[in-house]
């Protein structure tokens, strides 16, 4: 059975502290790894993944992909209270047209 | 924000009874799908609709079902409403079929069955 497992399930941090968010995944015929951001209601898009290693980033986040070992990376730097939200991988089959959510990760960053 | 859109925001209804959710997709894209989240879960696939078509579909009852109009616009319909269907449910369209990761959420519709 296809899955995605997100760890932890919560945190909370201090702001300007650096938190790492974890995604791994089994599933056959694997395509892509996105990340969301999901604050209230719908989840934002922050990051597609395809390639093993190379890394993406915009501004205080990051991500890579590792095909090998069949996991993903979020990292925040320098945490602001904004960065509170549940974050969200998913994964994409090769057919395109199924979509697998992890059960996210809810992060708090206080003040 | 997305163009999407998805109507009402809010809804709440008995066990037993049936519900019909709506979503306009952005301008300029065919392809919609459906996810239903539980508190506390992340979002679970429950179908795609392309060009009105039923275009894949994830491990939901049958009485969850779905169409697409002609213009792109989709309706999730689920019957005999159970306590567990209580959950957001989001729509996200893409411009193309097959493409899952173009695509942009709605803001959802959050379902109450008591």
């Known amino acids: 059975e296809d899955k995605v497992v997100q760890s932890p399930l919560s945190l909370v941090v201090h702001e300007g502290d650096t938190v790492t968010l974890n995604c791994s995944y089994e599933?056959?015929?694997?395509?892509?790894l996105l990340w969301y951001k999901q604050e209230k209601k719908a989840p934002t898009f922050l990051f597609m993944l395809?390639?093993?290693?190379i890394e993406k980033k915009s501004g205080r986040l990051s991500s890579i992909l590792d095909k090998k070992e069949l996991f993903s990376i979020l990292n925040i730097t320098a945490t602001q209270t904004g960065d509170s939200a549940i974050y969200l991988c998913?994964?994409?089959?090769?057919?395109?047209?199924?979509?697998?959510f992890g059960t996210g990760t809810s992060l708090t960053v206080i003040p | 924000e997305t163009g999407v859109t998805q109507s009402p925001t809010h809804l709440i209804k008995t066990r037993g009874q049936q519900v019909t959710l709506r979503c306009s997709s952005q301008?300029?894209?065919?392809?919609v799908s459906w996810y239903q989240q539980a508190l506390g879960q992340g979002p679970q696939f429950i179908f795609q609709?392309?060009?009105?078509?039923?275009?894949g579909r994830g491990n939901f009852p049958p009485r969850f079902s779905g169409l697409q109009f002609p213009n792109y616009s989709s309706e999730l319909n689920v019957n005999a409403l159970e306590l567990d269907d209580s959950a957001l449910y989001l729509c996200?369209?893409?411009?193309?079929?097959?493409?899952?990761?173009?695509?942009?959420f709605g803001p959802g519709t959050r379902l109450l069955v008591l």
């Open positions: 996200a369209s893409s411009p193309l079929a097959g493409e899952l990761e173009t695509q942009y």
């Open positions: 599933v056959t015929n694997f395509r892509s």
């Open positions: 395809t390639s093993s290693g």
């Open positions: 998913a994964v994409v089959l090769l057919t395109g047209n199924q979509f697998y």
């Open positions: 301008s300029g894209h065919n392809t």
């Open positions: 609709y392309y060009r009105e078509e039923e275009n």
